[in-house]
Structures are given as structure tokens and as C-alpha cells.
Nanobody, 125 residues
Framework: QVQLVESGGGLVQPGGSLRLSCAAS????????IAWFRQAPGKERDGVSC????????YYADSVKGRFTISRDNTKNTVYLQMNSLKPEDTAVYYC??????????????????WGQGTQVTVSS
């Protein structure tokens, strides 16, 4: 059974940093792409970033470019999202999801088969 578990969320002041983790079980992460999405209260779920399995492609939403970095450690079956220079508008529940590849439609959440339960990120002073 495929399971994705996010961790690392919390409360941080504006300008601060957090690192989210997405640990996978039931699949070999090196053969799959992982994307991060987020959903703020009353808003739709938006794509944040995606990292492909073997071809090296990485995608970021314009709103997080230069601040967020996605990476993967296949030995730990884990993908990370390093978030720096956090802003109040980054406040949301963050989810990871898996698909076989990141493509042009990477930010379409209907493309993904498995999802984690989410981790809350709150940016506030």
C-alpha cells in the first residue's frame, strides 16, 4: 500500500525558514515524481513544485521561485521542500503527491494518484 507522510510544518515568523519532508512507503521513490501542493483556507489547491524521477526536471510556481527548493534523497525514499524567506501568504496546508513524471501539467492536481495527509505551515508574527 502506497503511503506518503508529510512532516516539518509549523509556525514561523515572516522571513523565516522551514523544511518539509515527504516520506514514501509502498513504492520506490526513485521511479516516481513527487509534487508539493498547498491549500489555504477558502482557496483552491495550488501546485508549488515538482521534481521528476530520473530526467532531472524541476518545476516551481512563480510565487515561490527563488525562495523554495525541492530535493530528493532516494536512499531515504524522501523528498524535501526547503522554504526560505517565508511570507504570510505562504500559510497553507502543504501536501505531497506522486505521479510517474512531472510534465507541463505538473500543477494539475488531478494528475496525481497518491496524496499525503498534509502538514500545516503558518507564517505569522
Amino acid at each position: 500500500q502506497v503511503q506518503l507522510v508529510e512532516s516539518g510544518g509549523g509556525l514561523v515568523q515572516p522571513g523565516g525558514s522551514l523544511r518539509l519532508s515527504c516520506a514514501a512507503s509502498g513504492l520506490t521513490l526513485s521511479y516516481h515524481a513527487i509534487a508539493w501542493f498547498r491549500q489555504a483556507p477558502g482557496k483552491e489547491r495550488d501546485g508549488v513544485s515538482c521534481i521528476s524521477s530520473t530526467d532531472g526536471y524541476i518545476y516551481y510556481a512563480d510565487s515561490v521561485k527563488g525562495r523554495f527548493t525541492i530535493s530528493r534523497d532516494n536512499t531515504k525514499n524522501t523528498v524535501y521542500l526547503q522554504m526560505n524567506s517565508l511570507k504570510p501568504e505562504d500559510t497553507a496546508v502543504y501536501y505531497c503527491a506522486t505521479d510517474f513524471t512531472c510534465g507541463a501539467s505538473w500543477s494539475d492536481d488531478t494528475e496525481y494518484d497518491y496524496w499525503g495527509q498534509g502538514t500545516q505551515v503558518t507564517v505569522s508574527s
